[in-house]
């Protein structure tokens, strides 16, 4: 189907696009708005140039889409925005957050529906892209053999395994949740199936003893990072990226030391996972 309010540009024929024809800082109508909703689930992961958005404008924007969602153990540097995670790297950061694989806050009981990230600074001298994997194409291409040994497991997703630095400085304000959910889950909008599991959070599949789920986790996980099923996008001041976490993965390159990256990010919530239409 063609757009009319907006321009679809894709990056590739997995995954991706980039989206012009739109000031994501003003009113946006609704049929402007079902275009830009349905480009991101034809496409998984959106992107939008030139956006010099204020955290209100972030936060309103990613409201049409839902509830916002608040991290359950990131600094809240706008106290007044509890929503907005700062996204920020310099020559004083021992780590960044998202340099493995991941679907964002998988652990949850109800993991994002999407994140919305807007970058403001990017590092002087290049760096800082960010991969983006396509979790359908990944389901796609496995045997059907382990498409039907997959369609029963559930896995353990998490939080300490992406966060044990913060566990040894933990706050009374913290939480490190964890939850179980199907391997393989159906989309609630599309009704695809996606692979859902992730370096960054899944820690083992239930009912296997730990060699069967370390191997397994291992070879999916390989699978799901191979490059075929991947867009990479190169950002510059003000551009955002927009993915669906139940669809996708993906990865921050820090490449950039010791240079600075910042940036804000609204994450919308989502529901429960469940395996099957």
Known sequence: MS???????????????EISGVDLSGQIGNRQFEEIHRALMENLVIFFRDQDLTVEQQKSFGSRFGKLHIHPNAPKMFPDHPEILTIKADAASKRVAGEVWHSDVSCDEEPPMGS??????????????????NMYAAYDALSDTMKRFLAGCTAVHASLKSAN?????????????????????????????????????????VG??????????????????????????????????????????????????????YGHRVTVCGDRPFPRA
């Open 3 to 17: 757009y009319e309010t907006i321009d679809v540009r894709k990056l590739t024929p997995t995954i991706g696009a």
């Open 116 to 133: 919305i990230l807007l970058i403001k600074e990017v590092p002087a001298n290049g760096g800082g892209d960010t991969s983006f994997a």
């Open 208 to 261: 296997l003893e730990a060699f069967e789920s370390d191997a397994l986790l291992e070879m999916l996980f390989r699978h799901a990072e191979q490059s075929r099923f991947h867009c990479r996008f190169k950002w510059r001041d003000n551009s955002i990226a927009f993915w669906d976490n139940r669809a996708t993965m993906h990865q921050a390159m820090w490449d950039y030391y010791p240079e600075r990256r």
């Open 165 to 205: 630095h913060q566990y040894r400085d933990k706050t009374a304000d913290m939480r490190f949740p964890e939850a179980e959910h199907p391997v393989v889950r159906t989309h609630p909008e599309t009704g695809r199936k996606a692979l859902f599991v992730n370096r960054g959070f899944t820690t083992r599949i």
